[in-house]
T-cell receptor, first 112, second 118 residues
Framework: KQEVTQIPAALSVPEGENLVLNCSFT??????LQWFRQDPGKGLTSLLL?????REQTSGRLNASLDKSSGRSTLYIAASQPGDSATYLC???????????FGRGTSLIVHP | GAVVSQHPSWVICKSGTSVKIECRSL??????MFWYRQFPKQSLMLMAT?????????EQGVEKDKFLINHASLTLSTLTVTSAHPEDSSFYIC??????????????FGSGTRLTVV
């Protein structure tokens, strides 16, 4: 059974810092991996999706990497802003069911 | 991109009543939709997979008679919480996968429904 772990659980940083959020998974036979953002009381917004054959994806200040063999993905946020404050969730889609397994998320606060 | 609309955003109901939550795929047809439940500061727990034209597949531990799922069309799935009790209070989110983009199999989520049972 796939298990997804996200570290750290919470992070509070001053504006402008570069951040790294970590996601690890136990079964490397994945189809793809997706990073989401969730604002309080809101649904999920997809940030980046990395297919199993890819090593990284970039969108603006966000960069996500994938190392399937070691069961890890990182989300890099450059020059953090207060508007980046949210919970970031990692979801792993395994082959077969194609249903994502979520980590518990990293709660990020960027203060001015 | 794919859009999933969920309604209502929040609902307060009395204990013992039933509540229906709708999930619509606006610009694509979804033969499969997924219903999740999220407790405070917890991750998303898959409750059931909704299949158009057939019975939903429920995850272990989820009561079928409590959480009724209907997927009558390719763009609409509904979750009805029957005889709701305060312990059913939670955040419910639906999701669908756009079949037009099979290579990515990316999931799109609704905005969620905050259910409070008093």
């Amino acid at each position: 059974k796939q298990e997804v772990t996200q570290i750290p659980a919470a992070l509070s940083v001053p504006e402008g810092e570069n951040l790294v959020l970590n996601c690890s998974f136990t079964d490397s036979a994945i189809y793809n991996l997706q990073w989401f953002r969730q604002d309080p009381g809101k649904g999920l917004t997809s940030l980046l999706l990395i297919q199993s054959s890819q090593r990284e994806q970039t969108s603006g200040r966000l960069n996500a990497s994938l190392d399937k063999s070691s069961g890890r993905s990182t989300l890099y946020i450059a020059a953090s802003q207060p508007g980046d404050s949210a919970t970031y969730l990692c979801a792993v889609i395994s082959g077969g069911s194609y249903i994502p397994t979520f980590g518990r998320g990293t709660s990020l606060i960027v203060h001015p | 991109g794919a859009v999933v609309s969920q309604h209502p955003s929040w609902v307060i109901c009395k204990s013992g009543t039933s509540v229906k939550i709708e999930c619509r795929s606006l610009d694509f047809q979804a033969t499969t939709m997924f219903w999740y439940r999220q407790f405070p500061k917890q991750s998303l727990m898959l409750m059931a997979t909704s299949n158009e034209g057939s019975k939903a597949t429920y995850e272990q531990g989820v009561e079928k008679d409590k959480f009724l799922i209907n997927h009558a069309s390719l763009t609409l799935s509904t979750l009805t919480v029957t005889s709701a009790h305060p312990e059913d209070s939670s955040f419910y989110i639906c999701s669908a996968r756009d079949p037009r983009d099979p290579a990515n199999y990316g999931y799109t989520f609704g905005s969620g429904t905050r259910l409070t049972v008093v």
